[in-house]
């Protein structure tokens, strides 16, 4: 159900542990708070919730793909999550 965003930005956020995640868009910040903590076992401090509308693009070829829907969840916690460290 959680689909971690491992990209530049999302991995900065994570070192004043915010973690950024793809979240089924009918969960509400209740539901993703539970989720969380009971995945992870921290304590979640708060929740920003993003929805990312669908629609359609077209590629280099002129394909017309379709884009779903989707809500990213950038949740704050009080420990670090093992997840989203990096390797050296």
């Known amino acids: 159900m959680l689909k971690p965003i491992l990209t530049e930005k999302s991995l900065k956020e994570a070192k004043n542990n915010k973690y950024t995640f793809v979240v089924p868009t009918v969960f509400n910040k209740g ?47 009080v420990e670090k999550l093992d997840l989203f460290e990096e390797k050296k």
């Open 31 to 77: 539901q993703i708070k539970s989720l969380v903590a009971k995945t992870f076992g921290v304590k979640v401090i708060g929740i920003a919730t993003i929805n990312m509308k669908g629609g359609t693009k077209r590629t280099a070829k002129g394909i017309i793909k379709t884009i779903k829907p989707l809500k990213k969840a950038i949740v704050e916690t």
